[in-house]
């Protein structure tokens, strides 16, 4: 499956920004699918992840609350809704596909990646 992100920009904090992933390929929906992020000088983890099949849902600790994903397979598309907004959110927020049961942060279980969106969040 081929992904591609939308929606990434500036924005303040405490506002709010939607992400949007378009697959192509394959339907997403036999896939679990995550969005992960990168800030400047740190590794990449994982923010978000949905396993349809098992219902497993995942959100790192500093997202709950705050950061939604959602999917629209008819569409073959997944969201990050992403509210509250902090600084220490602004990073290039990926998404990706795994064929897999089970939510997982290992990046290497992921079978798909976008190009990744640029987040910045300002003070």
């Known amino acids: 499956v081929q992904l591609v992100e939308s929606g990434g920009g500036l924005v303040q904090s405490g506002g709010s920004l939607t992400l949007s992933c378009t697959a192509s390929?394959?339907?997403?929906?036999?896939?679990?699918i995550a969005w992960f992020r990168q800030a400047p000088g740190k590794e990449r983890e994982g923010v978000s992840c949905?396993?349809?099949?098992?219902?497993?849902?995942y959100y790192l600790d500093s997202a709950k609350g705050r950061f939604f994903l959602s999917a629209y397979y008819a569409h073959n598309m997944m969201f990050l809704q992403m509210k509250n907004l902090k600084p220490e959110d602004t990073a290039v927020y990926y998404c990706?596909?795994?064929?897999?049961?089970?939510?997982?942060?290992?990046?290497?279980?992921?079978?798909?990646w976008g190009q990744g969106t640029q987040v910045t969040v300002s003070s």
């Open positions: 390929g394959s339907p997403v929906e036999d896939y679990i």
């Open positions: 990706a596909a795994a064929r897999r049961t089970v939510c997982t942060q290992q990046m290497a279980e992921y079978d798909s």
């Open positions: 949905f396993s349809r099949s098992e219902y497993d849902l």
